[in-house]
């Protein structure tokens, strides 16, 4: 059985400061791990992925996400927050069968 | 490049009323899969095609069912509509070529509304 945990549904972050969103992950095997955002009425962009190798993924705008095997644990997170990162934020896991299981999503506000 | 493309953009149907949905996959890709998202809920994996044959399915009842024609586009169809089934409808393609665990990229949905 797969499963995702986003522990926070609302995070907030003054434009310019660093921000995290949280996930952590339970899966059979290998853990194949991602990271896609949601704007209002739009579908989801992929950001970021873990396969294997370096546990420090490098994703689009300037994300990057540290996988790490004991906490069961896949955080995204980026150095200095922009207003337009204010989305909708998924992790979804994959046991390899090609099929995503997602968490229940984080919403992100930059406050200006 | 295209991406995913989906349509109809928005839909409106009646309860026991049939719903089809359509998806075209980014240039090169050669599988479609389909989500389900309701509203405040991450997507749930519906079912995936490859060749034209379902090759693996989530806990959806069989009132949904799809097809991929030999250009690769796919279709969801939905029977029997109830309330619940109401909700933003996600396709994403990807290529299976790249290996086993390839990026999936997705469409901008289509919001079904059942009344």
């Known amino acids: 059985a797969q499963s995702v945990a986003q522990p926070e549904d609302q995070v907030n972050v003054a434009e310019g400061n660093p921000l995290t969103v949280k996930c952590t992950y339970s899966v059979s095997g290998n853990p194949y791990l991602f990271w896609y955002v949601q704007y209002p009425n739009r579908g989801l962009q992929f950001l970021l992925k873990?396969?294997?190798?370096?546990?420090l993924v490098k994703g689009s705008y300037g994300f990057e996400a540290e996988f790490n095997k004991s906490q069961t644990s896949f955080h995204l997170k980026k150095p200095s927050a922009l207003v337009s990162d204010s989305a909708l934020y998924f992790c979804a896991v994959s046991s390899g069968a090609n099929n995503l299981f997602f968490g229940t999503g984080t919403r992100l506000t930059v406050i200006p | 490049d295209a991406g995913v493309t989906q349509s109809p953009t928005h839909l409106i149907k009646t309860r026991g009323q049939q719903v089809t949905l359509r998806c075209s996959p980014k240039s090169g890709h050669d599988t479609v899969s389909w989500y389900q998202q309701a509203l405040g809920q991450g997507p749930q994996f519906i079912f995936q095609?490859?060749?034209?044959?379902?090759?693996q399915r989530g806990n959806f009842p069989d009132r949904f069912s799809g097809h991929q024609f030999p250009n690769y586009s796919s279709e969801l169809n939905v029977n029997a509509l109830l309330l619940g089934d109401s909700a933003l409808y996600l396709c994403?393609?990807?290529?299976?070529?790249?290996?086993?665990?390839?990026?999936?990229?997705f469409g901008p949905g289509t919001r079904l509304t059942v009344l």
């Open positions: 095609y490859y060749e034209e044959e379902e090759r």
């Open positions: 873990y396969i294997t190798g370096d546990n």
């Open positions: 994403a393609s990807s290529l299976l070529g790249e290996g086993r665990l390839n990026t999936q990229y």
